[in-house]
């Protein structure tokens, strides 16, 4: 008797890119925002993202795995998460220290602030 090693959501998500073939029932346990961003991180594929957002009541997620691994076979390799944008979170967290805001409002702060004015934010609280 062979151990059937258990899949993160993770790892069957990436699978449309791979030869692996989830169950249906790994497929259900897909989260559909994060399967959508995760399709959304290639161009080629953004078009398919857009059609799950809009249909996901419609289309169950067993569905939408296969539809994309059908759409994507042999055309896309590897799809990259984005990368976290530390640096620009320390500003607004420093923005909202220094105005005593909360961070929704320092987001929208550091949107419309000049370059001058983030780089003062971003060694505002160096060192300290």
Do not use: W
């Amino acid at each position: 008797m062979s151990k059937i090693e258990k899949k993160s959501q993770y790892q069957i998500m990436t699978s449309i890119l791979t030869n692996y073939r989830p169950s249906n029932n790994e497929k259900l346990k897909i989260n559909g925002f994060f399967f959508c961003r995760y399709l959304s991180n290639d161009p080629r594929a953004i078009h398919i993202s857009n059609v799950f957002n809009r249909f996901y009541k419609e289309i169950p997620m067993n569905i939408q795995y296969d539809i994309s691994k059908q759409l994507l076979k042999g055309k896309i390799k590897f799809i990259q998460m984005p990368k976290k944008e530390k640096e620009t979170n320390e500003i607004i967290l420093n923005i909202s220290k220094y105005y005593k805001i909360n961070l929704t409002k320092a987001k929208e702060y550091y949107l419309m602030m000049p370059e001058n004015e983030k780089e003062f934010f971003k060694k505002l609280y160096e060192g300290a």
